[in-house]
């Protein structure tokens, strides 16, 4: 994705992530973290919202980063959702 590409190679001081100012070695920290997982979430994110937007750059650089912090929660609640607790598995 040039996305990642252009933020990992940015010059810029800031990257914007969720409509706030991050510092870019710390975006640049979070996007080297990534691994082929944290892109298809990311990629399914945007495949599941409904929501139009603005802006799908923005939007990918935020889900981006935010992947690498939440894409085992959202793992772990769609196995939830399969075998809820108590459920005995056959």
Known sequence: MAIIVDVVCSKALNIRVN???TPQQLVKNHFLK???EHIEYALERLDQSRTKKNNIR???I???YNAVDTVNLYRED?????FPIG???S
Do not use: H, S, V, W
Request: with cysteine; net charge negative; glycine share 0%.
């Open 19 to 21: 409509k706030t100012d």
């Open 34 to 36: 990534l691994r082929f």
């Open 58 to 60: 923005n939007y990918m």
């Open 62 to 64: 935020t889900t981006l």
């Open 78 to 82: 769609e196995i939830n959702q399969d």
């Open 87 to 89: 459920e005995a598995c």
